[in-house]
């Protein structure tokens, strides 16, 4: 049986690991669009802020430790084009090349995709989000060079970031819809006395 997984993060490859260890005489094919997988998303404010030297210290464990431990077969810096449920098979694109792999059993595991908020005048363009480790790498070329850095949301994600920045010495200005900071775990009384 072969099993292809498109996706190459935390739930991807652990969906990959339990079905080589489940299945273990199964083939197991990841497609993901970075060179990384399974990496710690939630440490890429640290890696902005420099209290990470590398995103390779962000990675659960290394590609080679999937191939040669579990028998994973990685394609990486490959992203999926479409799906053929009909013909059961992923077409993606590698190094420019459109190649194709049939599978009998299919992972989807790409995971969240961040929203954006409906403010008027305001485009992806310019936006920076944290998607996949790659993009640490554009967040801290960018919050770099700025003088001031607006921050969408003061969830956890949100004050990590503005945390990580503002010791940069940057002016760090953060915008939340519910008024105060960790709304999803502090009510409005203990979320206001942040707030200033």
């Known amino acids: ?34 060179k990384y997988v399974s990496f710690a998303l939630c440490g890429i404010p640290y890696y902005v802020g420099g209290i990470i030297k590398s995103l390779d210290e962000l990675l659960y464990y290394p590609p080679e430790f999937f191939v040669k431990k579990r028998g994973i077969n990685l394609e990486l810096e490959a992203t999926a084009k479409e799906i053929d449920v009909n013909e059961r098979k992923v077409i993606y694109e590698k190094r420019g090349e459109i190649r194709e792999i049939e599978y009998d059993k299919l992972i989807v595991a790409t995971g969240a995709r961040p929203k954006f908020p409906p403010i008027p005048g305001l485009s992806e363009e310019g936006i920076l989000t944290a998607h996949h480790l790659d993009e640490g790498e554009e967040i801290r070329r960018k ?54």
């Open 1 to 34: 049986m072969r099993v292809v997984v498109i996706g190459g993060g935390p739930a991807g490859m652990a969906a990959a690991s339990r079905v080589r260890k489940h299945a273990s005489n199964s083939e197991v094919i990841v497609i993901e669009r970075t």
């Open 143 to 196: 919050v770099q060079k700025a003088k001031s850095v607006a921050v969408i949301g003061a969830g956890l994600n949100g004050m990590e970031f503005s945390e990580n920045i503002a010791r940069l010495g940057k002016e760090v200005h953060v915008f939340e819809a519910m008024g105060w900071p960790l709304p999803m775990a502090l009510d409005e009384d203990m979320g206001s006395i942040l707030r200033k």
